[in-house]
């Protein structure tokens, strides 16, 4: 995250309470194709014109629309321009990006590349994007994906361990959460607010509206973040979290749906069942679920190359998430799970239930309401998220290492990947591989057996 800018004059303070957009640089979405499919085996396709859109909370937040007082700068609030939530709201823009300049971010037909750091006035680290409607400035596209395959190319071969290049869905509000602020957030999405996800984030710097700087206590290991008292919790269904080592695919589940905001222990805690959602998550990792030799540098999917990631949702309500990967012309299905009393190659209820056990995890993903309430989620439609990251609470060891670290190594479901235990610190790997990256690209989406050639059932 990063903030940028320079001291000068305060601009007026607006008149109504409001979250507001600035405009001292314009906000110009890149462009980024898509396609939507009909029929069989990808060739009936028709493309999108979409934009993509930066989050808020990497955003220049200044005094007034068109003044330049940062209102927050490195991860603290200005608590003259911000001495409650709804005057900070009132009083600070978030403002225009440059995508690449400043973020790193840059697309090119249908595909998108985010880079780690980028250094312009202040490094910036990593990003979130989401997709927008086609022709639209300023509502995401929602997508219900009951019985529907969701396709697109990957490539992860410069994504190293400790960093995250995540492709998921979330339960956010199409319109930014502008409706149900009454007002209050004038950004709306064409400046990326409204995010939410099944941690329940407590770094969002607005929340419907309303700054989070009340009680917002700055990271003691991240220059950039911070928490605040409230949280934005969602439904989260996470497609793709990888780098060049593991993979994942995992879906969250909350007790409420859509956005909502919580505070204290309503913003769930790890492994726990108190809270609206399920952050553990029902995840398949194939290191994880048992083969070691399938995802990898060189192996069965190699990320030294190009991957085309096909995720199923089947059924209506959704019963199973299947996985297929197709690589220079080969679908290869998701590996099968080697875990006594596991069965199978794809995410449903019982598949679940049975790793919670054979890993000695408590299953909130079940306790969440499981697969009927992501289906749920789902047929509300959600926002589609791209976004690289490094991870300041447990340096991403939960995907591609042994986790948690307080377990033998060789007990079930620890090891992850091959990345060691002390791997993924984000001060090591923002130092060593600033120019990692993700690029996503060749999104399709449509009826199951509509995006790629499907091997018979
Ligand atoms: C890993 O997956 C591949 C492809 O499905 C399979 O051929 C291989 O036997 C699996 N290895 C193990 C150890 O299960
Ligand atoms: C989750 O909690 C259970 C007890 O409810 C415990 O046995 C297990 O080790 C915990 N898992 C993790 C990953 O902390
Ligand atoms: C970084 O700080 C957060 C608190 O904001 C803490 O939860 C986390 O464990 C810390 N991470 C490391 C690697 O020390």
Same mark, same amino acid.
């Given at each position: 995250m990063s903030?940028?800018?320079?001291?000068?004059?305060?601009?007026?303070?607006? #008149? /109504?309470?409001?979250?507001?957009?600035?405009?001292?640089?314009?906000?110009?979405?890149?462009?980024?194709?898509?396609?939507?499919?009909?029929?069989?085996?990808?060739?009936?396709?028709?493309?999108?014109?979409?934009?993509?859109?930066? *989050?808020?909370? %990497?955003? %220049?937040?200044?005094?007034?629309?068109?003044?330049?007082?940062? /209102?927050?700068?490195?991860? =603290?609030?200005?608590?003259?321009?911000? +001495?409650?939530?709804?005057? /900070?709201?009132?009083?600070?823009? &978030?403002?225009?990006?440059?995508?690449?300049?400043?973020?790193?971010?840059?697309?090119?037909?249908?595909?998108?590349?985010?880079?780690f750091v980028?250094?312009?006035?202040?490094p910036n680290i990593g990003?979130?994007?989401?997709?927008?409607?086609?022709?639209?400035? =300023?509502?995401?596209?929602? $997508?219900?994906?009951?019985?529907?395959?969701?396709?697109? *190319?990957?490539?992860?071969?410069?994504?190293?361990?400790?960093?995250?290049?995540?492709?998921?869905?979330?339960?956010?509000?199409?319109?930014?959460?502008?409706?149900?602020?009454?007002?209050?957030?004038?950004?709306?999405?064409?400046?990326?607010? @409204?995010?939410?996800?099944?941690?329940?984030?407590?770094? &969002?710097?607005?929340?419907?509206?309303?700054?989070?700087?009340?009680?917002?206590?700055?990271?003691?290991?991240?220059?950039n973040?911070?928490?605040?008292?409230?949280?934005?919790?969602? +439904?989260?269904?996470?497609?793709?979290?990888?780098?060049?080592?593991?993979?994942?695919?995992?879906?969250?589940?909350?007790?409420?749906?859509?956005?909502?905001? /919580?505070? @204290?222990?309503?913003?769930?805690?790890?492994?726990?069942?108190?809270?609206?959602?399920?952050?553990?998550?029902?995840? $398949?990792?194939?290191?994880?679920?048992?083969?070691?030799?399938?995802? @990898?540098?060189?192996?069965?999917?190699?990320?030294?190359?190009?991957?085309?990631?096909?995720?199923?949702?089947?059924?209506?309500?959704?019963?199973?998430?299947?996985? $297929?990967?197709?690589?220079?012309?080969?679908?290869?299905?998701?590996?099968?799970?080697?875990? +006594?009393? #596991?069965?199978?190659?794809?995410?449903?209820?019982?598949?679940?239930?049975?790793?919670?056990?054979?890993?000695?995890?408590?299953?909130?993903?079940?306790?969440?309401?499981?697969?009927?309430?992501?289906?749920?989620?789902?047929?509300?439609?959600?926002?589609?998220?791209?976004?690289?990251w490094d991870?300041?609470?447990?340096?991403?060891?939960?995907?591609?290492?042994?986790?948690?670290?307080?377990?033998?190594?060789?007990? +079930?479901?620890?090891?992850?990947?091959?990345?060691?235990?002390?791997?993924?610190?984000p001060?090591?790997?923002e130092?060593?591989?600033?120019?990692?990256?993700?690029?996503?690209?060749?999104?399709?989406?449509?009826?199951?057996?509509?995006?790629?050639?499907?091997?018979?059932?």
């Amino acid at each position: 995250m990063s903030r940028s800018g320079l001291l000068f004059l305060a601009a007026l303070l607006p #008149v /109504c309470l409001s979250q507001l957009a600035g405009t001292n640089i314009a906000e110009v979405h890149p462009s980024l194709t898509w396609q939507k499919c009909t029929g069989t085996g990808g060739t009936s396709c028709t493309t999108q014109s979409s934009t993509i859109v930066l *989050d808020s909370n %990497w955003r %220049w937040l200044h005094q007034g629309v068109s003044g330049t007082t940062n /209102c927050y700068t490195g991860n =603290t609030w200005d608590t003259s321009i911000c +001495p409650d939530g709804k005057t /900070c709201a009132a009083n600070c823009a &978030l403002d225009g990006g440059d995508y690449a300049g400043t973020y790193g971010i840059t697309t090119s037909g249908n595909a998108l590349t985010l880079k780690f750091v980028t250094v312009s006035q202040q490094p910036n680290i990593g990003s979130r994007v989401y997709l927008m409607a086609p022709g639209s400035s =300023t509502t995401y596209q929602t $997508f219900n994906f009951n019985n529907q395959e969701f396709t697109f *190319d990957v490539d992860v071969s410069q994504l190293p361990c400790g960093l995250n290049g995540a492709l998921y869905f979330s339960q956010m509000d199409a319109d930014g959460g502008v409706a149900k602020s009454a007002g209050a957030n004038k950004a709306g999405a064409k400046y990326g607010t @409204g995010y939410c996800d099944a941690q329940c984030p407590r770094d &969002l710097k607005f929340i419907n509206g309303v700054a989070n700087s009340q009680g917002w206590v700055p990271s003691p290991n991240d220059t950039n973040a911070g928490t605040g008292l409230m949280g934005t919790c969602c +439904p989260e269904m996470d497609v793709w979290e990888a780098n060049s080592i593991s993979s994942a695919y995992t879906p969250h589940t909350c007790t409420t749906l859509g956005q909502s905001t /919580c505070t @204290g222990t309503a913003c769930s805690a790890p492994n726990s069942t108190q809270g609206t959602c399920d952050q553990a998550g029902c995840d $398949f990792n194939s290191y994880r679920m048992g083969n070691t030799s399938f995802f @990898g540098p060189g192996l069965i999917v190699d990320t030294k190359q190009k991957i085309t990631v096909v995720t199923q949702f089947v059924g209506s309500p959704i019963t199973s998430i299947k996985r $297929f990967y197709v690589q220079n012309g080969k679908v290869i299905p998701n590996s099968m799970s080697t875990i +006594p009393g #596991v069965t199978g190659n794809s995410i449903s209820d019982s598949f679940c239930a049975a790793q919670k056990t054979a890993f000695g995890d408590t299953n909130t993903f079940a306790s969440k309401g499981g697969m009927a309430t992501m289906s749920k989620a789902a047929s509300a439609g959600m926002v589609l998220v791209m976004s690289i990251w490094d991870d300041h609470a447990a340096d991403m060891l939960w995907l591609d290492a042994p986790y948690p670290p307080t377990k033998a190594a060789s007990s +079930p479901g620890v090891t992850r990947g091959t990345c060691s235990p002390s791997s993924g610190a984000p001060k090591t790997v923002e130092a060593a591989s600033p120019n990692a990256q993700v690029v996503f690209s060749n999104i399709k989406f449509g009826p199951l057996g509509s995006t790629f050639n499907a091997p018979p059932s």
